[in-house]
């Protein structure tokens, strides 16, 4: 195979699944979808910065433990199982606390934790794969890369959006949640769930060098892990739909919203129809703003349940306030 025309399926086969993983993890967040520059830099931050911090410190780990051990075994298991998870997790949730440091309201609801924390992963598994991908076609050709891409892309595909959205799960937690014993630890019980995770993982592919059926650790816990989040996932989002309902009653009757774009927004299909609606007609302009002023009556839902449930912030109460005038200038548009 010309070298050229393989680069390309290398970068074609750790690129694409990790991006249709993460358009579906956006499709997930159905109610109020995120900046798209902070999905980007979610994303890049997993496939760049993340992956030099993790590299530079675990090859500083892995010379104590080699001068120790040696080459064997035993030296590939604590490097892959220990140090790769306690190294690359804090690194990928890095990303994960700027956000909540400095774009703190772009955090919501649970959903949001989990889809940045996902994108960091997948951002991580594609730059990952790549390497790992070259490395294979190098050593034995095409047939070996397709069996690891096999693997790493669609197996274990999923596993470090798993790792990394539990760490993003507990930073939204502490967002959100009303209760401070759970803002002060659910973020270190995300962490350390994601390096359990990732741990399980690690030793299961690295023991199945021995015998294939240590390989089912890795499975087990990688689609149990993956699977259980994506419940959680549906779950938060079910509770989205019910925090619009609840809190853009009186919206209404303020004058914020209309009767009947009320019905609207508490349902996502009827979203879609109207703002598809509005695109089959070529009426672009109503389409983008159709979305606006669902993003933002979405915002302004999860805002007042803020101030109720969690603590009465001066600046949410502003942003509740803008929000109103905002809505009742995009409603006079539309």
């Not at 994303?43 to 500083?60: E, T, V």
């Not at 080459?71 to 909540?100: C, H, Q």
């Not at 798993?162 to 630890?185: E, M, Q």
């Not at 609840?246 to 774009?261: H, P």
């Amino acid at each position: 195979m010309d070298n050229l025309i393989a680069m390309l399926i290398i970068l074609v086969l750790a690129v694409v699944p990790m991006l249709l993983y993460a358009l579906f993890l956006w499709w997930m967040d159905r109610y109020e979808k995120e900046p798209l520059s902070l999905i980007l830099a979610a994303f890049l931050w997993g496939a760049i910065p993340a992956i030099i911090l993790s590299l530079i410190a675990q090859i500083i780990l892995d010379i104590p433990v080699s001068d120790l051990l040696g080459s064997d075994l035993g030296t590939e298991l604590i490097g892959a199982s220990l140090i790769a998870p306690i190294t690359e997790e804090p690194f990928k949730g890095l990303m994960l606390l700027l956000l909540f440091w400095f774009f703190r309201r772009e955090i919501d609801t649970p959903v949001d934790g989990i889809l940045y924390g996902g994108l960091v992963g997948f951002g991580f598994a594609t730059t990952e794969n790549f390497f790992y991908f070259l490395s294979a076609y190098e050593m034995g050709g095409s047939g070996q890369l397709l069996v690891l891409a096999f693997f790493r892309a669609v197996l274990f595909g999923l596993n470090h959006a798993l790792f990394t959205g539990c760490t993003g799960l507990g930073i939204a937690l502490a967002r959100t949640s009303s209760r401070r014993s759970v803002r002060i630890v659910a973020p270190f019980i995300g962490l350390a769930v994601g390096i359990t995770l990732h741990a399980l993982h690690n030793f299961g592919a690295t023991i199945a060098s021995l015998t294939c059926w240590a390989l089912l650790v890795s499975l087990a816990s990688d689609w149990g892990g993956a699977l259980a989040l994506l419940g959680l996932l549906i779950y938060f989002s079910v509770r989205e739909q019910h925090i619009l309902a609840r809190y853009l009653t009186d919206e209404v009757e303020k004058g914020t919203l209309a009767q009947e774009d009320y019905s609207v927004i508490c349902s996502y299909w009827r979203r879609v129809e109207q703002r598809l609606e509005a695109l089959l007609r070529g009426d672009i302009g109503r389409w983008r703003r159709l979305g606006t002023y669902y993003r933002l009556a979405s915002e302004l839902a999860f805002a007042r349940y803020h101030l109720v449930t969690v603590e009465r912030e001066k600046e949410t109460v502003q942003r509740v306030n803008a929000l109103r005038r905002e809505l009742k200038r995009l409603r006079a548009v539309l």
